[in-house]
């Protein structure tokens, strides 16, 4: 007589789980795999040079014919940050290919299979394309730096690097490199088609800022009837980050506190890492 006995069903094998710091060189490696990195890297450093050229130029103008020539904060301010703004557009860019190269090539799901954890996933993301956007900032950084101590020693005006709102202004670029690849890929995320979220980036970051000039304008002429309706313009993210380095030069009544600008940068930063995490951990994104 043979005796049957229920024999427990062998456990399921543990979903493998990728470690964060192994994601994150994962994410690294996608980066930097493909020519995008560094035709980024050669458009970066050409806007670099080229508005780092230009802000000497109205540096030395703006104080031409003073003896010695004082360079004012703000446009040290300038060059010391010098192509942040299409270095922000690249950051962004950057940021965005990040995300949408998953739809395009549809790795999510191997991705996903080796990391249930979608949040891991997800942050793994957001920190790389902060390190980029820090490598950037780095690069940028040192160039203007070397460059533009030259410039200002030759106008009289070698101590500016040691005023605070120069300082601040270096070290806000880099808080606003963060906030683009942040933003870059939270629209990745939110509008997942490649060639739509980088044409949509590119126009908001360019023409937007026009757009919403001719808004302001139209507002300050049949509206508010005062140039300092004007003052709205930091609610445009491009606006907002050069509004927080202390680099934009406005008529006095027009007049935007710097910190203004980190405030509206920090909102977009928040709403769209939201938005990433959100979107990108409740659904595949292959």
């Not at 010098?82 to 949408?100: D, K, M, N, P, R």
């Amino acid at each position: 007589m043979s005796i049957q006995t229920d024999t427990p069903a062998p456990a399921p094998a543990a979903a493998p789980h990728m470690h964060l710091g192994r994601l994150l060189r994962s994410e690294r490696i996608k980066m930097t795999s493909t020519k995008t990195w560094w035709l980024f890297g050669i458009g970066i450093l050409a806007a670099t040079g080229l508005a780092l050229l230009v802000n000497c130029l109205n540096a030395h103008t703006d104080n031409l014919g003073t003896a010695p020539t004082v360079v004012v904060d703000t446009d040290a301010s300038n060059i010391f940050t010098s192509g942040q703004y299409f270095g922000g557009l690249f950051v962004t860019l950057l940021a965005i290919l990040l995300i949408t190269n998953e739809y395009y090539h549809q790795t999510a799901t191997a991705t996903f299979l080796a990391t249930p954890r979608r949040t891991s996933v997800v942050l793994s993301k957001f920190v790389v394309a902060m390190m980029a956007a820090a490598v950037v900032w780095v690069v940028t950084t040192v160039i203007n730096l070397v460059v533009g101590s030259l410039f200002l020693n030759s106008q009289g005006a070698s101590g500016a690097l040691g005023h605070w709102p120069v300082q601040r202004a270096i070290l806000i670029n880099l808080l606003m490199f963060a906030l683009w690849a942040v933003f870059g890929i939270g629209l990745a995320a939110l509008l997942r088609s490649q060639v739509g979220a980088t044409v949509t980036a590119a126009l908001l970051y360019t023409i937007g800022i026009y757009a919403a000039a001719l808004v302001f304008f139209l507002l300050r002429q049949y509206v508010f009837h005062t140039d300092a309706v004007f003052k709205g313009l930091v609610l445009v993210p491009a606006v907002a980050a050069q509004v927080a380095e202390g680099a934009v030069k406005l008529p006095q009544d027009q007049q935007i506190s710097w910190w203004w600008g980190v405030v509206v940068m920090l909102a977009y930063g928040v709403i769209m890492a939201v938005v990433g995490t959100t979107i990108l951990g409740k659904r595949d994104i292959s």
